[in-house]
């Protein structure tokens, strides 16, 4: 009797189905267990069960699993239940423990781990995906009871040896007795916790009662944890120890930096205080060094804009501007559009501030202000490095905006950033600047403005069928447009989604963001109004009766897409609603 077999029995496939799968998978030559996974007809915990049976393996359902006893959870060491995908959640009583894995059948590894640590391990089938979901969720109830006994620790008298050193390693490899200090350790810990909640940035703010840690997940802040507020000065001169900043003074900003590492994962912090009225407050913020460069086809430019997008970027000489607020993927959309086009015959340089993402084969320089290399001193240097194409990383004043212009029309392809609400307001945003409308008309070709909204975490995504007045704003927005929304509709209702909340993204509903977009092309009635020094809401007009797919659209329809929610569209874009 082999799994196909079992699942007929069990009725999770017909007869007929099981049938067609032989056939199938004789015709093919394609092994029936990865077939039966590829056709989708049994649901992943339903093939695992029929696995459990096949093989006289016990399966672990780890839905119903809300918490882990510490001393169990410790038993392996934590780098060894990720990379393995197995999860101690028990004992028994003759002292064995109950250890989840994707793979039972690996006795070599079970073997290893029984002589490694000392114990005897009875193993169950589960699913591999929640059983990353529950590591993830322990080991940051753990770095949280960490750091309270930390707290504890702390509350002795400190002097400045306690807070100096160097940090390299947070996974537990640093030299030297420093670690051991309890505000190294505090810090430590809560860098760790960081890293392991995807976090962009840690805010470390001092308040009347309580030094305050929050965490920017996704977009949001969330508030984390609170320690006695007479371990902030310790800990601020901690991070200002180790970013090379002055300990002493507090009443102006400073900006700073350093590296950490966690497990492999080599990560650059930039640091920046500011006085308070409680005391210094720290921001920090991690960028990835092993970060990789996200393909164009997946920050969420999709349709005739994509196709639009795409052609520009294929031009030999103009400029792409990507506008949007501060923390909008700006950066990211730049990164993968040089990632699209770069390739070895044609000479790319970029100019950031700072560089957070890496693309081999492109000369990225970094802004130094202090040694006079700025945006403007930087693209009048790469004038005399033969390029094809040129990334500067904002677009903040005159002289900037008019290097670039000029660049444009001596035959090089630019992308910059702007600061801007919208698509269409960039155009009256470089007026502003004084740049004459002729240049602007004859270089810009396409902006593009975008947003970040959360995904649905799909471990936990929902259908269901929304208010009556949520259905008619989705209905109006796209009333009067080309957009058909009909395949969407089942008599005369949508369906959309949502997440419930789970291990896997914190109980949010969300995991991970995607960006949504309005392209527009620059085409020759809107180099007119250009010229015509026309408003953001003439221009926006006409963008749109062209074809454009507005932002709060393309938000809409990540939302039919079942990508996102209505509500984070109505968060990252409200002023397009109202």
């Given at each position: ?9 069990q ?161 537990g ?94 990560i ?11 005391g ?9 060094k ?5 393909n ?53 340089v ?74 269409a ?25 975008q ?31 080309k ?15 949502k ?41 926006n ?38």
């Amino acid at each position: 009797m082999d799994i196909l077999d079992i699942l007929i029995s069990q009725n999770k496939i017909s007869q007929e189905q099981g049938n067609q799968l032989r056939i199938q998978s004789i015709s093919q030559n394609i092994n029936i267990d990865a077939l039966i996974k590829q056709s989708g007809l049994v649901p992943q915990k339903d093939y695992y069960i029929a696995q459990s049976v096949m093989y006289n393996v016990p399966f672990k359902d780890l839905d119903g699993i809300s918490t882990i006893p510490r001393d169990i959870f410790n038993s392996i060491d934590q780098r060894e239940l990720s990379s393995n995908s197995i999860l101690p959640f028990a004992k028994e009583s003759d002292g064995s423990i109950d250890l989840a894995m994707k793979n039972p059948l690996d006795i070599q590894l079970i073997q290893y781990l029984e002589n490694k640590y000392n114990i005897k391990i009875k193993p169950f089938y589960s699913i591999a995906d929640e059983i990353i979901s529950i590591i993830n969720a322990e080991s940051s109830k753990q770095i949280e009871s960490n750091v309270v006994e930390d707290v504890e620790a702390a509350n002795v008298d400190f002097n400045t040896e306690d807070i100096t050193g160097n940090i390299t390693d947070i996974s537990g490899e640093i030299d030297g007795s420093i670690e051991n200090a309890p505000i190294v350790k505090i810090l430590n810990t809560v860098l760790e916790y960081s890293v392991k909640y995807r976090a962009s940035d840690l805010h470390i703010e001092p308040t009347k009662k309580s030094l305050r840690f929050r965490l920017r997940i996704d977009g949001l802040l969330y508030e984390k944890l609170n320690i006695p507020v007479n371990l902030s000065p310790a800990i601020i001169s901690r991070v200002k120890i180790l970013s090379n900043l002055k300990i002493e003074e507090k009443r102006l900003p400073q900006d700073g930096r350093f590296n950490i590492k966690v497990g492999k994962e080599l990560i650059d912090l930039r640091v920046s205080s500011l006085p308070t009225v409680y005391g210094e407050k720290i921001v920090i913020r991690f960028l990835r060094k092993n970060e990789s460069v996200s393909n164009l086809e997946n920050i969420g430019i999709v349709g005739d804009a994509f196709e639009e997008y795409k052609k520009a970027l294929k031009l030999t000489r103009g400029i792409i501007l990507i506008t949007g607020p501060t923390g909008s993927g700006k950066t990211q959309t730049l990164a993968a559009s040089l990632s699209y086009i770069n390739n070895p015959v044609v000479n790319i340089v970029t100019l950031e501030d700072p560089v957070e993402i890496e693309i081999d084969g492109v000369n990225q320089v970094q802004i130094n202000p202090d040694a006079g290399l700025d945006f403007a001193t930087g693209l009048r240097a790469f004038l005399r490095q033969d390029p094809n194409i040129i990334m500067v990383g904002e677009v903040r004043d005159e002289e900037t905006a008019r290097l670039a212009t000029q660049s444009a029309l001596t035959g090089h392809l630019v992308l910059s950033t702007i600061h801007t609400t919208s698509a269409a307001g960039a155009l009256p945003r470089l007026i502003d600047m004084g740049i004459e409308v002729f240049l602007i008309s004859s270089t810009v070709e396409v902006i593009v403005a975008q947003r970040l909204v959360r995904r649905i975490c799909d471990s936990c995504k929902k259908d269901y069928v929304p208010e009556d007045s949520v259905i008619k704003d989705i209905k109006n927005i796209f009333e009067n447009t080309k957009i058909d929304i009909s395949k969407y509709l089942e008599k005369d209702s949508l369906h959309i989604a949502k997440g419930e909340g789970c291990n896997k993204c914190n109980n949010t509903g969300y995991l991970g963001r995607i960006g949504i977009f309005e392209v527009l092309v620059v085409n020759e009635e809107i180099r007119k109004l250009i010229l015509e020094k026309s408003s953001s809401d003439q221009i926006n007009d006409v963008a749109l009766k062209s074809g454009m797919v507005s932002l709060i659209q393309d938000g809409y329809l990540k939302v039919l897409d079942k990508i996102t929610t209505i509500e984070e569209v109505y968060r990252v874009a409200k002023e397009d609603v109202e």
